[in-house]
């Protein structure tokens, strides 16, 4: 699957000079047809339907000054947003998608708000392995001791992109989480606590331990207070970055979802190996993730791995979406052993079931 991706046959020469220009005007683009969405221009264009709208229509509303429209409009068109039928401009396919797709809206959001600004720190973030761009939010190591606190939007952004990502997948894995009867069950990377919370509600036996930094463990907290479920969890607040500390044992189940790709792979090896020591006899580890090779559509594959230098520039300076051999290698090195691995999970998530080896 992975060889047939992104292959270079598939262009021409002339083509490829008119991608690669819309590399080098990427930035451009982006701006304009944000603002074009943002400030309502693709809606108005939308409501007009087949019918379109002028320039002079459109200024006319006062929304917009003659300039703006030309401006960003005219970015529009050479970008497929919007087409020119006898000086009317109307809404092309990918202006449909801009206004309607959730997923869409999310990245946009996702990259303007958090990423855009701290992006420009790549070169920088990438050559101390430090995410040098995050300067742009707020004065963290990494983004994860900031994220009750980023500044809004891009606070609403951060949790709608990483929320829309495991929400869609939740409540597709509720049976792989009971199917081995877990009595004690461990979510590290607990975040708000969703997880958690539907765990709980869906089993009344199982004992919850939450594992995450003590400001993200109080979000989690409250989450569970409003459940009604708050006595039947352990909240445990670790910096999983402390290698020598060890995590609470006698896991039936540890659960980890979107977590391991906040770490840099040496720290992932150093937290298998403690996953490994925190299970008990019978224990199994459930990893939740999004692997650019397990996609089966290139546009999951694409948005994964340019998600990863958001992970270099804002987040830890050294992690990324990884492929899935790299997660399996550093468990297997921890006294793990792949047992299954379930794909096309909610948007674009894989399931990896690991034992004792
Ligand atoms: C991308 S979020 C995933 C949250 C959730 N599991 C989900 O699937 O939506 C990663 C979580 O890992 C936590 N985290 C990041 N670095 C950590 C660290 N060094 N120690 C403990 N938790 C950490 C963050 O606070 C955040 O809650």
Known sequence: ??????????????????????????????????????????????????????????????????????????????????????????????????????????????????????????????????????????????????????????????FAFDHYYSDTSFPDILPDVFATQPRTLMDIGANTGKFSRAALAANAEVKLHLVDLPQQLAVAEQTLIDAGTRERAQLHPYDLLQKEKALPADMDLVWMSQFLSCFSEDAIASIFKRVAAALSERGQVLVLDTFWDRQRYDIASYCLINTSPYFTALASGNSKVYESADYIRLAEAAGLKLVTVRDDIGYCHSLMRFARA
Do not use: H
């Open 1 to 158: 699957m992975q060889d047939k991706k992104f292959s270079p046959e598939r262009q021409t020469a002339f083509a490829a000079r008119f991608e690669a220009q819309k590399i080098a005007f990427g930035p451009v683009v982006f701006q304009c047809v944000r603002y074009a969405w943002k400030r309502g221009m693709l809606k108005a264009l939308s409501d007009a339907g087949d019918v379109g709208l002028s320039l002079a229509d459109l200024s006319a509303t006062g929304s917009w000054s003659e300039y703006a429209l030309k401006l960003v409009l005219e970015t529009c068109l050479s970008a497929g947003v919007v087409y020119l039928r006898d000086g009317k401009y109307l809404l092309d396919k990918t202006g449909y998608i801009l206004l309607s797709d959730a997923i869409t809206q999310i990245n946009l959001d996702f990259i303007g708000d958090v990423c855009y600004r701290g992006l420009a720190d790549l070169d920088q973030s990438l050559d101390q392995q430090k995410p040098v761009g995050l300067a742009q939010l707020g004065d963290w190591p990494t983004i994860y001791q900031g994220l009750d606190r980023l500044p809004e939007p891009a606070k609403r952004s951060w």
